[in-house]
């Protein structure tokens, strides 16, 4: 496992992954902005999110902070036509004024991460099922079909995206994820578990549940902090290579072989 990490995790990797929205700015509130706009529409093809995504910044100006901090009605025009998987442009305008609240009641994206941290802490619930729960607090007027672009794991989701947008913002060190934030620990990260990760990691016998759920991202992420309890989400990089490269392992490591 941690010879497919770090094959994977190289600089290369930017390139043909969302994760690159990240690295694209350099002020740190465009990048937090720009990551979780991104994680948000990662569902499909990488080439396609990564189109898409580019798409809706050009509409953005290519300045997301500034853009969505002094966004108006009239600014809503520049999302019509926009589409991606079922993501629309009532979508794009929610998700942008709830940003905009945040960022007005909390200064920073991060700031508002911390306070969802602290709360699911005292809570004892889980931080993403806050996270979910606070980003749509602000209009209570919103469309329910906006909700689905953001996940839940206390309704049974895996929530892969947003685990995936907080494995960019945390992890440091990493050639790939950019590390810019400082609220939770790395040690705390959960997988951002999908169909391909679940996939390999059944083939490893490393799941012992069938379907891919918010338990599932449990099981697996137990599995791998036995491999490093600091940093357990490093493996999403090796289950993913391994599927994506079509990496052949040693058949005594195969122990669920039929996993198709």
């Known amino acids: 496992m941690d010879k497919q990490v770090g094959k994977i995790e190289i600089p290369s990797y930017i390139d043909n992954d969302p994760v690159q929205f990240m690295h694209a700015f350099q002020d740190k509130r465009d990048q937090e902005l720009a990551g979780f706009i991104a994680a948000t529409m990662g569902w499909g093809r990488r080439d396609i999110v990564i189109a898409k995504t580019e798409d809706f910044f050009r509409r953005m100006n290519n300045r997301p902070y500034d853009f969505i901090l002094n966004f108006s009605e009239s600014d809503a025009e520049k999302y019509e036509g ?47 099922a806050v996270f979910h729960e606070e980003f749509f607090s602000f209009y209570p007027e919103m469309p329910r079909r906006v909700r689905k672009h953001v996940s839940n794991p206390e309704k049974g989701s895996a929530a892969k995206r947003l685990y995936m947008y907080l494995r960019w913002c945390i992890r440091k060190g990493s050639p790939v994820d950019a590390g810019i934030m400082n609220f939770m620990d790395a040690s705390e990260l959960k997988i951002p578990l999908d169909v391909h990760v679940a996939r390999q990691a059944r083939k490893l016998g490393l799941l012992s549940r069938r379907q891919n759920d918010w338990k599932t991202v449990l099981e697996l992420t137990e599995k791998m902090k036995l491999l490093d309890p600091r940093d357990p989400v490093k493996y999403d990089y090796a289950l993913f290579g391994i599927g994506v490269n079509q990496t052949s392992l040693p058949s005594e490591l195969m122990v669920n072989k039929n996993v198709r």
Request: glycine share 0%.
């Open 82 to 128: 926009f589409k991606h998987r079922t993501f629309k442009p009532v979508d794009m305008y929610w998700i942008t004024k709830s940003l905009q609240s945040i960022l007005k009641q909390y200064q920073s994206f991060e700031d508002f991460w911390a306070f969802c941290y602290q709360k699911a802490d005292k809570a004892d619930r889980e931080l993403v």
